[in-house]
């Protein structure tokens, strides 16, 4: 179903492309510190979008709008890869101007730094105008689908007689994509401050069951004198009630002992070591498998500031 909708928005971009005029904008920003902390951060940004009376094979479907949208992060740390993910996002609207407008949605996207693989939906919502173009609010059903990063993530302990101690690292090919269906809410405000300053502030509520994604994006731009140039201020902040698991912890096997006093309840001299959010139990019941864990954590925040060019 996922790559069915994305195919059908894609066959959408190929006709409308051929018939429409674009407005494209590109953006990047670069923070970078050397000496003791040599800390390289890149972002890129890159959207195009049609508006207006769009073709679309023999139609002309009135007052609509096509966006397609990637933002890329990317840095290190110490010369190691630190942060890394991506979004892609499709969105066609109908009638995009009017008081009420339906519109198909995809999207696909992955954050390392949050434990996230892969994560793609596909859904169909509607926007409403509260205040013409400055404040609005959208809603939409998702179909979604989320794999987590397994990669080096199951931690082997041993009793060492006085604590426990990692004996082997291995991958967890045991997790698998869970499909899932969610409901997303986004007031949004746009709005011009002054002549040279523009404000865009999104919140989305995304609910899934208990499984609960917040982001809040703000988006601050600064005019220049040429028009194909502006300055921007990004700032964000995401929450995940239920963030992905991070690390599996077990017992070596090899090392086991039926009834040993030092356990992960009990770990001895690594008390300060052994940190977990879910019990055996837990994880079980979550779909995870036999292990204690230890999960990513669930808020994160992000500020760029860099330029936006647009043609």
Not at 101 to 114: C, G, K, N, W
């Amino acid at each position: 179903m996922f790559k069915n909708g994305i195919l059908s928005i894609l066959v959408m971009v190929g006709i409308v492309v051929g018939q429409t005029q674009f407005r494209n904008d590109a953006s990047a920003s670069y923070y970078g510190r050397g000496g003791n902390s040599d800390y390289q951060y890149y972002n890129l940004g890159f959207s195009t979008v049609a508006n207006g009376d769009l073709q679309f094979g023999g139609m002309v479907l009135k007052d609509s709008e096509f966006l397609f949208a990637i933002e890329k992060n990317n840095s290190t740390w110490q010369g190691e890869p630190y942060e890394n993910d991506q979004d892609i996002i499709l969105k066609f609207d109908l009638w995009a101007n009017g008081r009420f407008s339906p519109f198909l949605i995809a999207e696909t996207s992955f954050d390392e730094a949050r434990g996230i693989k892969d994560r793609t939906n596909f859904g169909l919502g509607f926007k409403y105008r509260i205040i013409g173009n400055v404040l609005s609010v959208s809603a939409a059903f998702l179909s979604e689908k989320e794999e987590t990063i397994g990669k080096n993530s199951i931690y082997l302990y041993a009793d060492y007689g006085d604590s426990l101690g990692v004996t082997q690292f291995l991958d967890n090919t045991d997790l698998k994509p869970i499909s899932y269906s969610r409901f997303s809410i986004r007031p949004k405000l746009n709005m011009p401050i002054g002549e040279n300053f523009h404000i865009k502030s999104e919140y989305y509520y995304k609910p899934a069951g208990d499984d609960i994604l917040t982001h809040w994006k703000n988006t601050f731009t600064i005019h220049t004198a040429e028009e194909w140039l502006d300055i921007v201020i990004k700032y964000s902040i995401k929450n995940d009630s239920r963030p992905a698991p991070k690390v599996f912890m077990d017992y070596d096997p090899k090392w086991y002992t039926p009834g040993q006093t030092i356990t992960f309840e009990n770990p001895g001299n690594a008390k300060d070591l052994i940190v977990y959010d879910r019990t055996s139990e837990q994880s079980e019941k979550d779909g995870f498998g036999n292990y204690y864990i230890k999960d990513y954590k669930g808020d994160d925040t992000f500020m760029s500031i860099g330029l936006n060019i647009s043609f």
